[in-house]
């Protein structure tokens, strides 16, 4: 087997100079590659695939991240808000198509206060109890977390986007910090909240050293989920002119994170799937495990656009649970009829 794929396996780690290699790898290197992080995914996984439901909840947001479509400087961006029985419905219909995990996500909307959030969650949890719940709302306190944890929700998507001080600077405004978000991360892991962080693959400014530093955070934080998805360009973003990142190094990417941390939890991201009709497919067959189907309403999906063309817009939930059913099913896997918490033998 090729030599730098065989040393990311056995040492799970990788140099600095072999994550340089591997982006310039030939076609051939890639498939043993995406080979080898499918044969780690297989073992851990079997061949599981955990599907998420998504609930977007809000697309007010009261940061500015410079690449995305839903940031507070964009007057363009429609609005809106799911109110709690909506938001409970999208849950129940997922929980009748056979979703056991739904992510409530959405941007930093301070309408969404613990005590809100709290009944939110315990109105789920009671609905729907034999299924988790995990919270994607950016930045808050320690204490919040902690509430939110009480309440009963199991886990949270942060992505760090980068590890790296100085790109971290470049993607957000003066008042962000890679320091708070590292923090928060660290906190919500002491809470006990299985924890994503994760990175935008081909992002402005981004570079080798900074996935290198990305893979080190990554180490130091051990999370249960990665997040890994292609950067792709929102055309009332100051980052309109800058080029999306590639199918290709995002697939490169995943491979090198299921080599390193064999049992995390991997989505192959929607985002993947937008830049290629095969993308989440190819995603699947390089070491990812987990896909994220769209539970919102139809009538808002438009409005939560954080990049532009992202797929499945018209798409009712039952559509989107169908299509992805057969994709998984052509590609040879099949739905784990579970919840796919971390570190559960299937
Ligand atoms: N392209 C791809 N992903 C994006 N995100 C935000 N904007 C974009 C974009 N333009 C990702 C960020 C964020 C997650 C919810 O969506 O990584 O953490
Ligand atoms: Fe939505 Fe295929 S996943 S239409």
Redesign the pocket.
């Known amino acids: 087997m090729n030599e730098i794929v065989e040393n990311i396996y056995k040492n799970r780690n990788i140099s600095f100079e072999e994550l340089k290699a591997v982006f310039d790898f030939s076609e051939e290197e890639r498939e043993e590659l995406f080979s080898k992080a499918r044969q780690v995914s297989i073992n851990s996984f079997g061949k599981n695939i955990y599907l998420r439901g998504l609930v977007e909840i809000s697309s007010f947001c009261k940061n500015d991240c410079f690449y995305c479509g839903i940031r507070k400087s964009n007057g363009r961006a429609e609005r809106y808000r799911l109110s709690e029985e909506v938001i409970s419905e999208c849950c129940r219909i997922g929980r009748s198509l056979g979703f056991y995990t739904f992510v409530l996500q959405g941007g930093e909307d301070e309408y969404f206060t613990d005590e809100v959030m709290e009944r939110i969650v315990g109105r789920i949890k009671r609905e729907c109890p034999d299924c988790a719940v995990t919270l994607s709302l950016g930045e808050r306190s320690a204490e919040s977390y902690k509430r939110l944890f009480e309440a009963s929700a199991d886990r949270y998507l942060l992505r760090h986007e980068t590890a790296d001080e100085n790109h971290y600077k470049k993607l957000h405004p003066g008042y962000m910090s890679l320091k708070n978000r590292k923090e928060c991360l660290y906190n919500l892991k002491n809470i006990g909240y299985q924890t994503g962080c994760g990175i935008m693959a081909g992002s402005p400014f981004q570079t080798v050293e900074c996935i290198y530093e990305d893979i080190k955070f990554m180490q130091d934080l051990q999370p249960h989920m990665i997040g890994i998805g292609p950067y792709i360009t929102h055309k009332d973003t100051p980052f309109k002119d800058f080029k999306s990142g590639s199918v290709k190094d995002t697939l490169v990417l995943l491979s090198v994170l299921r080599l390193i941390f064999p049992k995390v939890l991997l989505p192959a991201t929607t985002a993947l799937g937008t830049l290629d009709p095969m993308g989440r497919e190819k995603g699947i067959l390089a070491g990812a495990n987990v896909l994220m189907?769209n539970l919102s309403p139809v009538g808002v999906r438009k409005k939560y656009s954080l990049y532009d063309n992202k797929?499945?817009m018209g798409?009712e939930a039952a559509?989107?649970n169908v299509?992805?059913r057969n994709r998984i099913k052509r590609i040879g896997y099949r739905v784990a009829n579970c919840r796919g918490d971390y570190g559960v033998k299937y």
Do not use: F, T
């Open positions: 189907p797929i499945c798409e559509e989107c299509c992805l």
